[in-house]
Nanobody
Framework: QVQLVESGGGLVQTGGSLRLSCAAS????????MGWFRQAPGKEREFVSG????????YYEDSVKGRFTISRDNAKNTVYLQMNSLKPEDTAVYYC?????????????????WGQGTQVTVSS
């Protein structure tokens, strides 16, 4: 059974930081492109960041470039999202997702497995 479990969300003030983690089980983690998405109330789920299977390539949605950093530890089957300089517009439920044998996937439909999400709230 595939499981992706996010953690690390919470309430933070503008300018603060959070580190999200996503622990994977039941899938060949090192064979999966991993991504982070977010969904704010009343909005569609949007791509935030992705990381290649080896971790050597990363890519970001423009609004988070320079503030967010994605990384992974294949030995621990875990992907991370370090979020700095947080803004109120970053408030959303954040989801991690896995795309088996994926390459540079930005669309939600390209991902095969999803976590349950973790809430991030940035107060102004």
């Amino acid at each position: 059974q595939v499981q992706l479990v996010e953690s690390g969300g919470g309430l933070v003030q503008t300018g603060g930081s959070l580190r999200l983690s996503c622990a994977a089980s039941g899938l060949p983690f090192s064979s999966c492109l991993m991504g982070w998405f977010r969904q704010a109330p009343g909005k569609e789920r949007e791509f935030v960041s992705g990381i290649s299977r080896s971790g050597g390539n990363t890519y970001y949605e423009d609004s988070v470039k320079g503030r967010f950093t994605i990384s992974r530890d294949n030995a621990k089957n875990t992907v991370y999202l370090q979020m700095n300089s947080l803004k109120p517009e970053d408030t959303a439920v954040y989801y991690c997702a896995a795309d088996y044998l994926g390459h540079y996937s930005r669309g939600a439909s390209e991902y095969d497995y999803w976590g349950q999400g973790t809430q991030v709230t940035v107060s102004s």
